[in-house]
């Protein structure tokens, strides 16, 4: 299991109405944790994990995580 996340993700995360499930994966994925090892740390499977960051690349509209953590940091440093 991961650790709570910080402030920043959580305003990021109800800014674009990600569930906790969802703020806590986006996390992982700030931290550098591949989705794989999102599932074995949450104890998901990979699937649920990719099905999770799908979901959040649609609610955030962007089309890659390398696009959802662009948009991140660029809301943060506002």
């Not at 996390?27 to 099905?51: H, K």
Request: glycine share 10%; proline share 3%; charged share 20%.
């Amino acid at each position: 299991m991961i650790g709570e996340p910080d402030a920043a993700i959580v305003t990021f995360g109800q800014k674009y109405g990600l569930t906790s499930t969802e703020i806590e994966i986006l996390d992982g994925l700030l931290q550098g944790q591949t989705p794989s090892a999102l599932a074995e740390n949450t104890g998901r499977t990979y699937g649920t994990v990719r099905w999770h960051v799908q979901n959040i690349l649609e609610k955030c509209q962007v089309n890659s995580q390398k696009g959802l953590l662009s948009e991140f940091y660029r809301l943060i440093r506002q």
